[in-house]
Each structure stands twice: as structure tokens, then as C-alpha cells.
């Protein structure tokens, strides 16, 4: 019998064997997303999902910009915890712990606004995850509804927290995403761990799902 390994785990433990600010993926600022979320121009109870969270200080900012109605998911229960602690459970953000690539409670959110996704996608390296993950985005987020996608791009790492990853272009996020959805913008984006000097080429991108298909 095949073993599948064991993603849920491999996560927990990255999450308690390290300080969050020493991850490497942590942002101080993660000024490029709130940059595009606050182009989509969104009223500040809409509906934003950030997929595969982990403990980002981005939910911290949202709030403190008003938004309020976050819903955030991680496969790992450890991440929502100590995010949880750092925005002293704030009742304007839900937590979902599930796997995106094999969802349960997360296809029964309706009418998401925005999904966030940073350094997440990448992971997905079967055909199988990655439809998974892509039906439950098209099941969730409604029309005239935004998709912020940020992985590594081409010419970026090809592993990360010990895993392969994907590496992805605008092009292969919008064959994935098809016609319904469209650019609206799209950036290269250099990230520098703010203390480790760690840095990682990732492609920053923002889509809009079309209000009606013709
Ligand atoms: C590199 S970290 C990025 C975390 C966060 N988005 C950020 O920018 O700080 C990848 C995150 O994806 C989560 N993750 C990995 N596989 C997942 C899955 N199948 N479903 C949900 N979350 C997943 C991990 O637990 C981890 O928190």
C-alpha cells in the first residue's frame, strides 16, 4: 500500500519547532498584498478567505485597516493558534482548519469577496490537488469576486520548508483559473526576510471573476 505523507503533520511541526518571526516565509509587512486587496476596493464587511494562512501578519493589518468578516484556513490547527493569540481572538475573524486540496467545511462558505492565497498554491504538485483546490475557489468566491494569487514565479526557489513546489507565471494562473476570471494586474516581487536574509522570487497577481460569462 502507497503511504501518503502526511501534509497536516509536516505542517503542525513546522509551526511548533519555530518562532513564527523565524519562519521563512514571515512578512513584517506584507505590504504587496494589502497593496492589491485595497485596489479591489472592497466595503469592509466583505467576505475575504485567506487560504492557507498560516500565522501571516497580514490578518492583523486587515483588521486594523477595518475589515471585518476574515475567514482564514490552514491545514494546521498549531498556525491558527498562534494567529489566533496574535489578534487576541478577535471575533471579526473565523478560523477553518482544512485541507485545501481535500475540503470538507470549506465547501459550505458562500459568496467569498476576495481570496487571498500567499505561498500556499505552490505546494499543490498533482493534478489531483491542484483541481481540488481550484473547484473549491470556483464554488466559493462569487461573481465580480477578487482572487489574489502570490507563489514563486518562474525563475524562483523550488523548494520550500523542505517541500517541491510549483513554480507559476500569470499565464498558467489564469489557464488554471480560465476565461471566467480576468488580470487585472500583475507584478514580480522580491521578498527579504526582515532579520534571516532570506529571499525568494514570487509572482504577484490579481484577478476578478466575471460578473456574467459573455
Ligand atoms: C509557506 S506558508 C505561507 C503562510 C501564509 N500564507 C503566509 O504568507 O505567511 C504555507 C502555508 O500553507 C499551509 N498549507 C499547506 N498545505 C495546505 C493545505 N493542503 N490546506 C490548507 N493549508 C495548507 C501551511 O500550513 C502553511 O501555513
Not at 485595497?38 to 490578518?59: H, P, Q, R, V, Y
Request: proline fraction near 1%; hydrophobic fraction near 35%.
Amino acid at each position: 500500500m502507497i503511504q501518503e505523507y502526511d501534509y497536516e503533520n509536516h505542517w503542525n511541526k513546522a509551526y511548533q519547532n519555530n518562532m513564527v518571526e523565524k519562519l521563512g516565509w514571515f512578512e513584517d509587512d506584507p505590504i504587496a498584498s494589502i497593496d492589491l486587496i485595497e485596489k479591489c476596493n472592497l466595503s469592509k464587511d466583505a467576505l475575504i478567505f485567506n487560504a492557507g494562512a498560516g500565522a501571516t501578519t497580514l490578518i492583523t493589518l486587515l483588521l486594523k485597516k477595518g475589515y471585518s468578516n476574515i475567514l482564514v484556513n490552514d491545514i494546521s490547527s498549531l498556525a491558527l493558534d498562534k494567529l489566533k493569540s496574535s489578534i487576541n481572538n478577535n471575533s471579526n475573524v473565523r478560523f477553518i482548519v482544512d485541507d485545501l486540496t481535500n475540503p470538507t467545511t470549506s465547501l459550505n462558505i458562500k459568496n467569498v469577496d476576495l481570496w487571498h492565497d500567499r505561498a500556499v498554491l505552490h505546494f499543490f504538485t498533482s493534478k489531483d490537488q491542484q483541481l481540488s483546490y481550484f473547484n473549491l475557489l470556483k464554488k466559493i468566491v462569487r461573481k465580480g469576486g477578487y482572487v489574489i494569487f502570490s507563489e514563486f514565479g518562474i525563475d524562483g526557489a523550488k523548494k520550500c520548508c523542505g517541500l517541491d513546489i510549483v513554480n507559476y507565471s500569470e499565464k498558467m494562473l489564469q489557464n488554471r483559473l480560465g476565461e471566467e476570471f480576468i488580470l487585472l494586474e500583475s507584478f514580480n516581487h522580491q521578498y527579504n526576510h526582515p532579520s534571516n536574509g532570506n529571499t525568494r522570487k514570487y509572482i504577484y497577481t490579481l484577478f476578478k471573476r466575471k460578473t456574467c460569462l459573455y
